[in-house]
Each structure stands twice: as structure tokens, then as C-alpha cells.
């Protein structure tokens, strides 16, 4: 990415029988003077007006991933990550559908340089490192299960 390239970012973000906060959350990163790249709802099996409102309001503007059952909101986070990177993004935005948690996007989405060198690959420079860490990087153990 050059320094005249906006970064590729996707927003992910996770929701479950919140049909009203989601349409306010969705409306404001949407009208954010920069916003993301691509938008991905991971729907954690709602029940309510959720999927109603992402079809009518926000069709042709999100991606949404609908869960088969309610896996919680660190599963609904897990599968979007992995949806976001078939984008190739240079950053991933992960929120919950309240709409308070939606920091200002313009400082979020102008700056490459808000992605550690850590998480960039070698002799690629705001390209995220999507290999696999060892399990001593991670507090929680292999694959995200505890450590004994």
C-alpha cells in the first residue's frame, strides 16, 4: 500500500436479537465520511426483526453471515475475521451492534500505520500477517483453548 492508497478496511461486526441497535450502529459506520471498504453482520442466530432489517435497510450495503445457532459473540467474531480476510484487508474493525462502541472512522480508516509492525508481513508493509501463531503467542493456548 502506498501512502496515497487508502487502507482496505472491513468492519465486522456481531449482533444478536439487537435489530435496533444494529440499524443505528449500521447507519453510523455507513455515514462516516470515510467508511469501511466492506461492512460483514455476523448474525449469531437472531430472532427478532435482525434479519428483516439487514434485508430491507441494508441489502446492497452489507455482507451477512447468518449462524445456524447462537454461538456467542467470540464465535461470531472468529467467523467473521475469517470471512473479513477474503477481502485482503489491511485492518479488521471488529464491534458489537452497539451503536456507542463506533469510534470516530476517519482517524481509524486514514492511518495504515494503526496496524503493528508485529501483524504486517516482511517486505509488505500494511499487509496483515495471516499465518498461523504458536500457541506460546497466544495467552489462551493453541487455537484458542486454555492452557493447563
Known sequence: MSRLQAPVVVAVVVTWNRAELLERSLTAILGQSRPPNHVLVVDNASTDQTPTVLRQRFADQVDVLRLA????????????????????????????????????????????????????????????????????????????????
Open 69 to 148: 445457532e447462537n454461538l456467542v459473540g467470540v464465535a461470531g467474531f472468529a467467523a467473521g475475521i475469517v470471512r473479513a480476510l477474503e477481502h485482503d484487508p489491511d485492518a479488521v474493525w471488529l464491534m458489537d451492534d452497539d451503536p456507542r462502541t463506533t469510534p470516530p472512522w476517519k482517524r481509524c480508516s486514514t492511518r495504515a500505520s494503526t496496524i503493528p509492525d508485529r501483524h504486517r508481513l516482511p517486505g509488505q508493509p500494511g499487509r496483515l500477517d495471516r499465518r498461523a501463531r504458536s500457541s506460546d503467542e497466544h495467552p489462551a493456548g493453541e487455537a484458542g483453548r486454555p492452557t493447563q
